[in-house]
């Protein structure tokens, strides 16, 4: 009992320890004035990465420490090779792990389901880790390296969300700040040298071969930010009322919120899921869906209307309601 504890414990010390390497990259990358900050964020960020997937691969692994190892054949009295293997050991004479490639090669072994996209952003990050000490002027490419980071933010809280790791991430903040807030100073004119030309054809490719059908992971997250003398506050409309405050909401705003609509979404289940029919039981969920106003909206052609007639729209978040009790289909 006390061995599984104990393992257990490096389970849970692997997941603290990457959060708080994300979170760290996330909090550097944020600075106003940092040097190396794309570099750093990409350090942290795979080192973040490895021992996520790692925790997973020890779970998947019943908690075997040697899946986490490198292993090497005991020899013989004679020199040769037994069959019985040992974890190879470092200078130091502590176990040697692998690495995050090996780790991701293993988690597929067990039929765990890799999702190209995640691989190709994963691989993006660590050449960018690599190959930092080619990029003399981090500023020349630094729009392109932070649309890798807002991927690999994304992608990082999906797998934690897919696999259903136990990691609660509703107690923390994963903030990337837009390049325009960070350094109001994003243009740069300069010339980009070949090593960096090479990095950034090596994501450019990746990005080519990305599938546009996996609609849970990215390789690079496009945000663009506009400064303009309006402020959020002149959308806010304020009046005497004895139940509060009444705050102003533009249809666009209802729309964007809440795009689907029912047919839209009986219509998406059947390419999407291999055990949903519209049957009673997807109807009773779907009404308990209308219950959450966060997934659900009733829109009326005449707001000021109490009786005006309407039609029900739906959230995208739907889909992560739905995908917790149907299977999705292989991609």
Same mark, same amino acid.
């Given at each position: 009992?006390?061995g599984?504890?104990? $393992?257990? +414990?490096?389970?849970r010390s !692997?997941?603290?320890?990457? #959060?708080?390497s994300m979170?760290?990259? /996330?909090?550097i990358? @944020?600075?106003?004035?940092?040097?190396?900050?794309?570099?750093?964020?990409?350090?942290?960020?795979?080192?973040?990465?490895e021992?996520?997937?790692?925790?997973?691969l020890?779970?998947?692994?019943?908690?075997?420490?040697?899946?986490?190892?490198?292993?090497?054949?005991?020899?013989?009295?004679?020199?040769?090779?037994?069959?019985?293997?040992?974890?190879?050991?470092?200078?130091?004479?502590n176990?040697?792990?692998?690495?995050i490639?090996d780790?991701i090669?293993?988690?597929?072994?067990?039929n765990?389901?890799?999702?190209?996209?995640?691989?190709?952003?994963?691989e993006?990050?660590?050449?960018?880790?690599?190959?930092?000490?080619?990029?003399?002027?981090?500023k020349? $490419?630094? +729009?392109?390296?932070?649309? !890798?980071?807002?991927?690999? #933010?994304?992608?990082?809280?999906g797998? /934690?969300?897919?696999? @259903?790791?136990?990691?609660?991430?509703?107690?923390?903040?994963?903030?990337?700040?837009?390049?325009?807030?960070?350094?109001?100073?994003?243009?740069?004119d300069?010339?980009?040298?070949d090593?960096?030309?090479?990095?950034l054809?090596?994501?450019?490719?990746?990005?080519?071969k990305?599938?546009?059908?996996?609609?849970?992971?990215?390789?690079?997250?496009?945000?663009?930010?506009?400064?303009?003398?309006?402020?959020s506050?002149?959308?806010?409309?304020m009046k005497?009322?004895?139940?509060g405050?009444?705050?102003?909401?533009t249809?666009?705003?209802?729309?964007?919120?809440?795009?689907?609509?029912?047919?839209?979404?009986?219509?998406?289940?059947?390419?999407?899921?291999?055990?949903? +029919?519209?049957?009673?039981?997807?109807?009773?969920r779907?009404?308990?869906?209308?219950?959450?106003?966060?997934?659900?909206?009733?829109?009326?052609?005449?707001?000021?209307?109490?009786?005006?007639?309407g039609?029900?729209?739906?959230?995208?978040n739907?889909?992560?309601?739905?995908?917790?009790?149907?299977t999705?289909?292989?991609k």
């Amino acid at each position: 009992m006390e061995g599984i504890m104990k $393992i257990n +414990k490096t389970y849970r010390s !692997l997941l603290d320890k990457s #959060i708080n390497s994300m979170l760290s990259a /996330i909090e550097i990358y @944020n600075k106003p004035n940092f040097s190396y900050r794309e570099e750093t964020f990409a350090i942290l960020a795979v080192n973040s990465w490895e021992l996520l997937l790692k925790a997973y691969l020890l779970k998947s692994s019943s908690y075997k420490m040697d899946a986490l190892y490198k292993m090497e054949f005991v020899k013989k009295k004679n020199g040769e090779n037994s069959t019985r293997k040992k974890p190879k050991l470092n200078r130091t004479g502590n176990p040697t792990t692998i690495g995050i490639f090996d780790v991701i090669n293993k988690l597929e072994e067990l039929n765990i389901k890799f999702s190209e996209n995640l691989k190709a952003s994963i691989e993006s990050i660590i050449e960018l880790r690599d190959n930092a000490i080619h990029f003399h002027n981090e500023k020349q $490419i630094s +729009k392109e390296l932070q649309e !890798l980071g807002f991927a690999c #933010i994304k992608n990082y809280m999906g797998i /934690i969300k897919i696999w @259903n790791i136990d990691i609660n991430l509703s107690n923390y903040n994963f903030y990337l700040m837009p390049l325009a807030y960070v350094d109001s100073k994003i243009e740069v004119d300069s010339i980009i040298t070949d090593e960096v030309k090479k990095y950034l054809d090596f994501v450019k490719n990746k990005v080519s071969k990305s599938e546009e059908t996996d609609e849970d992971f990215t390789i690079a997250i496009s945000i663009d930010i506009s400064f303009n003398k309006s402020n959020s506050f002149e959308g806010i409309g304020m009046k005497y009322d004895p139940n509060g405050v009444s705050i102003n909401v533009t249809e666009e705003d209802v729309r964007n919120k809440y795009p689907l609509t029912y047919e839209q979404i009986t219509q998406k289940i059947k390419e999407r899921y291999i055990d949903c +029919k519209r049957d009673k039981i997807f109807n009773n969920r779907m009404k308990k869906i209308k219950e959450n106003p966060n997934l659900f909206h009733y829109r009326k052609l005449d707001s000021a209307n109490a009786k005006s007639l309407g039609k029900p729209y739906y959230s995208s978040n739907i889909w992560k309601e739905l995908d917790s009790f149907y299977t999705k289909k292989t991609k």
